[in-house]
């Protein structure tokens, strides 16, 4: 496939697997759109053999999970090595690869968030927990960085990218408890669990709503720090880049708001954003990419968790 064809697969993955990045993506320059698409068309493919869905939708457990993460890991280096791999997903990984230097220390570390999920992984603590959000999400705000041009040396730029991949990862986990329960995954660390006096496996039984709906809000105020370090970043962005990072973090700073919102009942229907939710996002966050640019850099919270070197 020639890269038009590559980029074409790449924008139709987007499209039917996250109308949020979708909407996002639009307000990037041309260039940085792409490879946006062709990007998220990477790590929708691992996530979607992992875990046997198609375009994030019928999650299931699947029994050969870890050789599914094996397959990913090999295609994942023959695409970085330059590789013709004829599989659309991983071909676009070589192209942004090829067009940005992508380091491969972040394919690599996502692939190893994949492989937490196919060995049936757990947090113990709510470090544990931090570590996983980095591999499947934090090292994909490192990697959206460089995309939208940002040096694979601007250690500081890239934390606070990373923070945004904390930020959505946490929103999800919160959003995602009922869903993730009836696969037979839990990622609230034990020790929260623990205590909150909620026996193993019972979180999502109704005695247990109104103590679940306190961990939910505990990773929906989690989320919100690591979203506000994170806007900080944008200073390092062009406009239209900082414009499309905002736009993301307003739509995914309510989803974690509004399953903090609902309490004990935020699991009864999915939540989500509408679309003139989203259109009113895409507007404020213009606004607030203008003033990023004239406003005052606040230093990074030392306490924030802070991504492996």
């Known amino acids: 496939m020639d890269r038009a064809a590559i980029v074409a697969a790449a924008h139709a993955s987007i499209a039917k697997g996250s109308k949020s990045f979708a909407a996002a993506s639009l307000l990037f320059d041309p260039a940085t759109r792409e490879r946006a698409w062709l990007l998220y ?54 192209l942004v690869a090829a067009e940005t230097g992508l380091p491969p220390r972040y394919p690599r570390d996502l692939i190893e968030g994949f492989r937490l999920d196919a060995e049936d992984w757990r947090p113990r603590s709510e470090g544990d927990l931090y570590r996983y959000c980095y591999h499947v999400a934090g090292a994909v705000g490192c990697m959206m960085a460089i995309v939208m041009g940002v040096s694979p040396d601007d250690e500081a730029t890239l934390d606070r990218a990373c923070d945004l991949g904390m930020a959505f990862q946490l929103a999800n986990i919160a959003r995602d408890i009922e869903e993730d329960d009836r696969v037979g995954r839990c990622y609230l660390p034990v020790e929260w669990l623990v205590e909150m006096d909620i026996p193993p496996g019972q979180h999502m039984k109704p005695p247990f709503r109104p103590r679940l709906a306190v961990l939910a809000r505990r990773l929906a105020t989690k989320a919100e720090a690591f979203e506000a370090s994170a806007r900080q970043g944008t200073r390092a962005l062009s406009f239209r880049s900082a414009w499309a990072v905002l736009a993301a973090a307003d739509i995914y700073g309510a989803i974690a708001r509004k399953v903090a919102a609902r309490g004990e009942r935020a699991w009864d229907r999915r939540v989500s954003t509408g679309k003139m939710e989203k259109v009113g996002f895409i507007l404020r966050a213009a606004q607030h990419a203008s003033r990023g640019i004239t406003s005052d850099e606040v230093p990074r919270d030392p306490s924030l968790w802070t991504r492996p070197r």
């Open 41 to 94: 068309a990477w790590c929708r493919a691992g996530d979607d053999i992992t875990d046997g869905q198609d375009h994030g939708h019928g999650m299931s457990r699947v029994a050969d999970a870890p050789a599914r993460v094996a397959r990913l890991s090999a295609l994942t280096e023959a695409a970085l090595a330059g590789e013709t791999t004829g599989e659309p997903a991983f071909d676009a990984l070589a």
